[in-house]
């Protein structure tokens, strides 16, 4: 089976896919940009490239791709599962707060790919069953939808960091200085299209650019200035791979000044021109 990922601008707090994952299925995944999808296997493996990684998942495995992490394929024989996609404010229309960052596995530097013992296969079989037919019957019962995943996710923090694992999420909240970093990655999600400077990240937590520096050394082991400019690369690949945007209109959208401007930020981290990478992904799809 393979899945071909199509990102679509966010349109409101909704989950706007589920799927089965089926054998010998070719499945259209409309992913939301910045937004969250949800891979879950019964049987079989699914071999996806993630951010120009390759990933394998197999059966009783579960994975949640944050937007960060760019599915550049999958492909995969005799898999069966589920999949569904959501963005942030699907969580946020009924908790008020980011309460996915609460979620040890949504961290970034992290692979959230969970192995699931037999009861905890079970159990998801179970729920995803229920939230596939639910979402069949109505897809716009947004509460009921988000009641299943709040389960599923809680089961998923329970296998992957125990020791952090609270019935009560509010028992696992971050430190002063990793909730202002959340804000931070929030802030940079909401505003790398516009800017990229410290300052201005800086100026919208009430901190000082030098002190930004510091807790952003200390959390991530990059500077501010890094953590941006990662996001950015991160949504130009993004780009490249999954749309028709010309390199100037991909300019444009990002905030470059010039194109030009634009394919020398590109070569910094890519050794190549935004052109050359987009001819080097169609090249591996022909081969594939």
């Known amino acids: 089976m393979t899945i071909h990922a199509i990102y679509q601008p966010q349109d409101g707090p909704q989950l706007i896919d589920m799927q089965l994952i089926q054998p010998k299925a070719e499945l259209q995944l409309p992913l939301l940009e910045g937004g969250y999808s949800f891979f879950y296997l019964s049987a079989g493996q699914l071999k996806m490239e ?7 998942l197999k059966a009783g495995q579960a994975l949640l791709l944050r937007p960060d992490q760019i599915l550049l394929s ?27 960052k609460a979620f040890a596995f949504v961290q970034k530097g992290l692979l959230a790919l969970v192995d699931l013992p037999q009861d905890a296969v079970s159990k998801l079989n179970v729920l995803l069953a229920c939230m596939y037919n639910d979402y069949q019957q109505e897809p716009q019962q947004l ?10 996710f809680f089961e998923l923090q329970e296998r992957f960091a125990p020791e952090k694992m609270a019935r009560n999420i509010q028992l696992a909240r971050p430190n002063r200085q990793e909730e ?13 299209q516009s800017s990229r400077a410290p300052s201005f990240y800086a100026q919208k937590l009430f901190i000082s650019t030098n002190y930004l520096n510091k807790l952003c050394k200390r959390v991530f082991g990059k500077t501010s200035g890094a953590v941006i400019r990662k996001r950015v690369q991160l949504e130009a690949e993004r780009l490249l791979c999954h749309s028709n945007l010309t390199i100037a209109e991909i300019s444009q959208q990002l905030g470059f ?32």
Not at 143 to 152: C, F, T
Not at 258 to 272: A, L
């Open 74 to 100: 999958a492909e995969g024989e005799a898999a069966e599962g589920y999949l569904f996609s959501f963005s942030p404010a699907f969580f946020e229309q009924r908790y008020h707060n980011n309460i996915l």
């Open 143 to 152: 509460a009921v939808l988000r009641s299943y995943a709040n389960i599923i």
């Open 50 to 56: 993630l951010n120009r990684r390759q990933t394998t």
């Open 257 to 288: 000044e010039t194109p030009s401007y634009f394919i020398t930020f590109f070569r910094k981290s890519q050794d190549c021109s935004p052109e050359q990478y987009r001819q080097g992904l169609q090249q591996e799809l022909v081969s594939a």
């Open 180 to 192: 202002k970093m959340l804000e931070f990655e929030q802030l940079v999600e909401e505003h790398f």
